[in-house]
């Protein structure tokens, strides 16, 4: 599969079918993930690939994070969108796998007086670190789609960082996003582009 099919055929899957995906498949898509650029050429990420007894504590845990999000779906999207996204946080779609993507933990404070180049020198390695990990999890979404697996990017169980570290046994590392893995069991519609997002100068 070529780079611009993946790009505009992946979707985010919220429904998966409950097969198991092979170790083998999923340290293929790892790989790959980590070819990812990274800030320094760090490469200052962590994954922690779960499956069995611990994906269904860890799920549970995830279901609790959907309250946090709920006034803001409640907000964007019609009810019906709202209840089909609370039903995936339930169970996260039946995905087997869950792969959460870590960055190191840095200490720092920002103040509101602070002027920008100071700011950004002061969480510069967090910085280059989140931009690195979201890299690694775009190339990771796109390989799996490549292999015919389904993954769903989610942001929102950060809300309970510290209760899904404490499942994981995770220490001195900070969650950035975490995708269930699975066998895709719908196909959703294509969403479309919002509005112009280029601005040209020179040409």
Same mark, same amino acid.
């Given at each position: ?51 069995? *007894?611990?994906?269904?504590? !860890?799920? %549970?845990?995830?279901? &609790?994070?959907? @309250? $946090? ?42 103040? *509101?007086?602070?002027?920008? !180049?100071? %700011?950004?020198?002061? &969480?510069?390695? @967090? $910085? ?42 995770? *220490? ?32």
């Amino acid at each position: 599969m070529d780079v611009s099919t993946a790009i505009r055929g992946r979707r985010s899957i919220r429904k998966y079918k409950t097969d198991e995906v092979p170790k083998e498949l999923l340290e293929e898509v790892l790989s790959e993930a980590l070819w990812a650029p990274s800030g320094m050429n760090r490469q200052e990420w962590q994954l922690v690939v779960v499956r069995g *007894e611990t994906r269904d504590r !860890l799920a %549970r845990v995830i279901a &609790e994070s959907a @309250r $946090y999000i709920r006034p803001r779906l409640e907000e964007l999207f019609k009810e019906k969108i709202v209840q089909l996204t609370l039903h995936f946080f339930a169970n996260l779609g039946d995905a087997p796998v869950i792969v959460c993507v870590y960055i190191p933990k840095e200490k720092f404070t920002i103040t *509101e007086d602070m002027p920008g !180049l100071q %700011r950004y020198h002061t &969480e510069f390695r @967090r $910085y280059n670190a989140l931009l690195s990990a979201s890299a690694l999890m775009q190339n990771l979404l796109l390989a799996a789609y490549a292999r015919g697996l389904g993954t769903c990017w989610m942001t929102a169980p950060k809300y309970l960082e510290d209760e899904i570290n404490a499942v994981l046994g995770v *220490e001195d590392l900070e969650l950035v996003a975490l995708t269930p893995i699975g066998y895709p069991d719908q196909s959703p519609p294509v969403p479309p582009r919002k509005g112009e997002k280029i601005r040209w100068i020179g040409f």
